[in-house]
């Protein structure tokens, strides 16, 4: 497991359990929690990625990055 996630795994258990350490926390759903901590390092990369490519900026939602990038028809390279 890569730090980001578990940066965010510890950060969610910490989050529903409260004070408790994160690290002596019993998972219910291990696999769940790992799903749930991947997609938010793809958010984290993706937003990286659009922002580096000039689109959006650090403290913009992802959602709205993407909603800002031109519609593919506009782009004549990619048009097929």
Do not use: F, W
């Amino acid at each position: 497991m890569n730090d980001l996630r578990t940066i965010y795994r510890h950060q969610l258990i910490r989050a529903v359990l409260g004070t408790r350490p994160a690290i002596l926390a019993k998972e219910a759903d291990t696999a769940a929690l790992d799903r749930i901590c991947q997609r938010l390092v793809d958010a984290e990369e993706a937003s990286g990625l659009l922002c580096a490519k000039g689109y959006g900026h650090p403290s913009q939602s992802l959602a709205d990055m993407i909603k800002a990038l031109p519609d593919k028809a506009a782009n004549p390279r990619q048009s097929k």
